[in-house]
């Protein structure tokens, strides 16, 4: 069974820096794109960093030039590089990503339980 876990949420100070990461494990044949969401209190679901199997990268306005998204493939993981945190970036932080599993027809999306990120002084 495929399944996606994340780690390196927590509590942080304004300005300061997490790191996310999210694992892939399970019979995978192959990961096409992966990306983190976010939801915040009162808020929706938003996509906060996309990257493809390729590398390219996309990012929420919100996070440009602060948020690095970076993946291994020999690992099957994703990364979050947070950087000059803001209190607005306080949420749940969720992993996505488009996985083909050994002896499926096709890819499926597949989720992370999500960590929790505060930045709060």
Partial sequence: QVQLVESGGGLVQPGGSLRLSCAASGLIFSINGMAWYRTAPGKQRELVAAITSGGMTNYADS?????TISRDNAKN???LQMNSLKPEDTAAYYCNARIHPFGSASSSDYWGQGTQVKVSS
């Fill in 77 to 79: 993981t994703v990364y």
């Fill in 63 to 67: 996070v440009k030039g602060r948020f």
